[in-house]
């Protein structure tokens, strides 16, 4: 390839907007020129919360959103070329994953939204798109993809990792040196804790989990909440608003909770989940670096690095690598992979039958 620059898109389960990154795969490793964040209006997170379950005339309603998704992802690109001062005739791909609706690998699917063709057709630019889909026909899980990419610019030679992405799920890469690289979704991130303050207090976030702080843990809930079966499930294995969501709280709760004290243990059931995932199926790591907006959460880096007390707990920003931004950027080079013919998944994460390239092209 000789055009480096891949813009990367990332709208995750957390449904606050779209992340854009504008990267540069001339350098090893890669170098972000410029970001841009795109929230979500209202009624398009709305939309996108309404399609998680079956309704009437969703097919049709799915399209029309897809196509309202590609009008939000061309302007993301316009908007991030425009503060990087590049022109769109300069990028090679635009990596796009996606808004997911359904992530059903058991049956053999993973649904992200989107309008692809039409997106190429807004920005005059490729487009790469579907990246699960090629996994899961070889027999994986279609999540998580971004340990590849984890691998590639977190990895060392001495230092024993473990990188934990915390957007609405969680996920988390190990990266034990001289080990083959393994990674797998541990549970809920964001989504819970964000669905429950926007349902008492409106509000998109609980910022650096102010709330939660106010709040008492419950001991008999945490109890209830982790004997999901997830939870207890060997790897490979990934999960989604399919199986986290309020209404699987909902099932949990007495009724007669605090608020505040149901917003605490949601806290700690992500810290819970996410630490208890590493002492059962990683090694002993160093080094837990955090990325997603997991990481701005400072309640919940305190509760992680309580659990792990001999481990160094930070975010990837001490990695060269901006929390707020990891996935995108991975998705811009899960598709310069692609237009460089290399595959994209780890079958070790997902449990595919190997190494496949992902997504679909779809030329400008």
Known sequence: MTVPLVVGLMSGTSLDGVDAV????????????????????????????????????????????????????????????????????????????????????????????????????????????????????????????????????????????????????????????????????????????????????????????????????????????LTDDFFAANPPKSCGRDEFNILWLERHLAGSERPEDVQATLLELTAIAATQAIGRWCDGPDELYVCGGGARNQALMARLQYHMPDCRVASTDFLGQPADWVEAVAFAWLAWRTLCGAPGNLPEVTGAKGPRVLGGIFPA
């Open 22 to 225: 504008l990267v540069d795969f001339s350098e090893s490793p890669p170098c972000t020129l410029a970001t841009f964040w795109l929230p979500y209006t209202l009624a398009v997170r709305q939309r996108a919360l309404q399609l998680q379950t079956a309704q009437y005339d969703e097919i049709h309603s799915a399209a029309l959103f897809a196509n309202d998704l590609a009008r939000c992802y061309a302007e993301a690109v316009r908007q991030v070329l425009a503060g990087a001062n590049v022109d769109a005739a300069q990028i090679a791909a635009i990596g796009c994953h996606g808004q997911t609706v359904r992530h059903q690998p058991a049956a053999g699917y993973s649904v992200q939204l989107n309008n692809p063709a039409l997106l190429a057709e807004l920005t005059g630019i490729t487009v790469i798109a579907d990246f699960r889909s090629r996994d899961i026909a070889a027999g994986g899980q279609g999540a998580p993809l971004v340990p590849a990419f984890h691998a590639a610019v977190f990895g060392d030679s001495e230092r024993y990792r473990v990188i934990l992405n915390i957007g609405g799920i969680a996920n988390l890469t190990d990266l034990n040196p001289g080990k083959p690289v393994r990674g797998f979704d541990c549970g809920p991130g964001n989504l819970l804790m964000d669905a429950w303050i926007e349902h008492h207090q409106g509000l998109r976030y609980d910022e650096a989990g102010a709330w939660a702080s106010q709040g008492q843990v419950q001991p008999e809930l945490l109890r209830c909440l």
